[in-house]
Every structure is written in C-alpha cells, then in structure tokens.
C-alpha cells in the first residue's frame, strides 16, 4: 500500500499562513488523487481539499475557497496544502489522503484508500 507522513504543522496567529506538507512512498504515485482532510475535536473528519493526478483539477470544501490551495510535485511524491488567512476553526489535525483513480480527473470527496497520522494544526485567536 501507499504510505503517506504529513508535516508542518503548528501553532499559528489567526490571519497567518502555514503550508502542509505530504510525501507520499510504497507505490507509485502518479494516478492517483490526493486529497486533505481534517478532524477538529468533537468532530466527524471532512473533506477540506481535493487534487488530480496532474493538477489539472481540484475541489474544495466552501469554507476554505480562496484561503486554501492544494498544489502537487509527481517528481518528488508530495502533496501540499498552502493555508492562508487562517481562523481559530480551522484548528484540526490535518490528514493526507490517497485513492488510485486511474489518471481520471474526478476528485471524489470520500472513498479515500490510504491514509496519513495527521499533523496537528492550532490558530490562536
């Protein structure tokens, strides 16, 4: 299976920036979706972002649209995501996630095969 680790995250002032990072191993990684969950405490884990296999499309959550932008680098295996004009509710931990979809261009919502352990994200106000 593929195996994802996310990283930096951290704690952060509301209106700052910080960019998630996901490197992704085991199998290959073109093909194959990326998307960017999150689970605040108490919370079911929602879809935040969405991206396919060579960046041609993407699909966010409307809450983060125009903040957050979900990019990739199929040379170096990694996912990114560049939060901005961030808000105390947007404290979670962030999850990567992965689905082979076959160099379709959907970006599903759900249904997603692999998993990263999340990296920890904390907007103070």
């Known amino acids: 299976q593929v195996r994802l680790v996310e990283s930096g995250g951290g704690l952060v002032q509301a209106g700052g920036s910080l960019r998630l990072s996901c490197a992704a191993s085991?199998?290959?990684?073109?093909?194959?979706?990326m998307g960017w969950f999150r689970q605040a405490p108490g919370k079911e884990r929602e879809f935040v972002a969405g991206?396919?296999?060579?960046?041609?499309?993407?699909y966010y959550t409307d809450s983060v649209k125009g903040r957050f932008t979900i990019s990739r680098d199929n040379a170096k295996n990694t996912a990114y995501l560049q939060m901005n004009s961030l808000e105390p509710e947007n404290t979670a931990v962030y999850y990567c996630?992965?689905?082979?979809?076959?160099?379709?261009?959907?970006?599903?919502?759900?249904?997603?095969?692999?998993w990263g352990q999340g990296t920890q994200v904390t907007v103070s106000s």
């Open positions: 996630a992965a689905k082979n979809t076959y160099y379709s261009d959907y970006v599903p919502t759900r249904d997603y095969d692999y």
């Open positions: 085991g199998r290959t990684f073109s093909g194959y979706t």
């Open positions: 991206i396919n296999w060579n960046s041609g499309r993407t």
